[in-house]
């Protein structure tokens, strides 16, 4: 099983809903060619919160402040039964520096309102726009026919919306 993180840094944002989300469109690994948010798998001794900030910065080098993290999500998504990942999701309305295209990543602005849901995992529709929205959610996906997770038929879903996430590591004890 593995732990991973998506960050969806926000601009525009008065009160709550923001005007604009940056996404990637991913350059290689699972999900190559679909649009995202900058994220990735836990690193060894990592938290969900430092490994946000620190594929962000890795991704598209924008410094994301700590203090302006706030978890979303936490979502799990099953292959052919079994856990494959669980992803820890943030909102981030507060970074320095421009983003830039990596090896692995070529960031782009977009409204919340022409979000490029065709070009991105089919999952993301249903979960996304409430975490735009400044909504919490818990939701379990089931893939099929995998492996790899990205080749494989999104079958099923259960979420739960408003509830309190925890902010930490789900199968390590720091964090
Ligand atoms: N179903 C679904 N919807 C939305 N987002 C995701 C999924 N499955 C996923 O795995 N993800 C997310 C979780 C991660 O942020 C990325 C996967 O990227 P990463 O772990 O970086 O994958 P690789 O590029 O293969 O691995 P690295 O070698 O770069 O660590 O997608």
New binding site residues.
Partial sequence: M?E???CFPLRGTDGVTPEEVLLIE?R?????GWY??????LEAEETPRECAIR?TREEVGLEVDPAALEKAAE?T?RLDGDV??V?HVYRADRFEGEPVTTP?ARPEWFSVEEIPYDQ?????RLWLPGVLSGRTVVGE?A?EGGPP??EAD?VDHDLGWDVPITDGSTTRSRG
């Fill in positions: 593995t991973a993180t998506l991913k290689r690994g699972l999900g190559e995202n948010g900058p994220g990735g798998k594929e979502l998504f494959h990942t992803c692995e991105m995992w089919d999952d993301d996906f893939f997770l990205d999104f």
